[in-house]
């Protein structure tokens, strides 16, 4: 895994400026916020292209808990994962853009995020990801998660949807088709989730952003 800190953003972020206020007025109000057609078209289009293409050598099998006693539970998720590590252009691109974010979050809510990781997952056929939490109270070292969509055919049929739940109840406050260019941003401690069972293959980037004060290992 790869935490991403202090990168140069280039100024063409300015022009994302009012999307990110946006997400950041819905996370102030409400702790989370869903935005369809966000992501920036080309960027998306070749970030699907590029985790169609990964070979399935690359993708490892999800685990669960902290990042330094990963277990493999094929019972709670059954997705595989890719970290993006900035290492090609595009992987660059990518994590440029959410430093724009982080930075536009560090200025405007006062979250004092200091770095990231994010990663591509592939659904396949059948998999699933069952209610879970990012992070947990007192041991928090996931502030802010970012769940970005590139599937660019994806139909009801597909499934996969994701459910995202208060902390206190079963009632589902939103649910989310993981449409090309659609993401989702939520306090990562406030918001039980999962990912229902896609019949199609599904794509995405998962994105969390820590306090370095927070880190565990
Ligand atoms: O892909 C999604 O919709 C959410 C994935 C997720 O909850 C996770 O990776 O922790
Ligand atoms: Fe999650």
Redesign the pocket.
């Known amino acids: 895994m790869a935490l991403h800190t202090g990168l140069e953003i280039d100024p063409s972020m300015d022009q994302y400026t009012s999307l990110f206020e946006s997400i950041v007025q819905d996370v102030a109000d409400n702790g989370y916020s869903i935005k369809t057609n966000a992501l920036p078209v080309e960027l998306a289009q070749k970030l699907s292209a590029r985790a169609q293409a990964i070979s399935d050598t690359h993708f490892k099998a999800?685990g669960i808990g902290r990042s330094n006693e990963l277990m493999l539970d094929t019972q709670i998720?059954s997705?595989e994962?890719c970290w993006i590590v900035g290492d090609s252009e595009l992987g660059a691109s990518w994590l440029n853009w959410v430093e724009g974010l982080k930075q536009y979050v560090n200025r405007t809510l006062f979250l004092g995020l200091d770095e990231f990781e994010s990663?591509f997952?592939h659904?396949s056929e059948g998999d699933f990801?069952q209610k879970?939490k990012?992070a947990f109270r007192g041991e928090s070292n996931r502030i802010l998660?970012l769940?970005a969509?590139l599937n660019e055919d994806w139909s009801e049929e597909c499934g996969?949807?994701?459910l995202v739940y208060p902390d206190d109840s079963d009632e589902v406050i939103a649910k989310?088709a993981?449409h090309f260019g659609t993401i989702?941003v939520f306090m990562s401690e406030e918001f039980p989730?999962?990912?229902l069972p896609a019949k199609c293959d599904?794509y995405?980037i998962?994105t969390?952003f820590r306090r370095k004060s927070d880190k565990l290992s």
């Open positions: 999800a998720r997705d994962i990663h997952a659904y990801y879970h990012d998660t769940v969509y996969g949807e994701l989310v993981p989702v989730h999962e990912v599904r995405s998962a969390w």
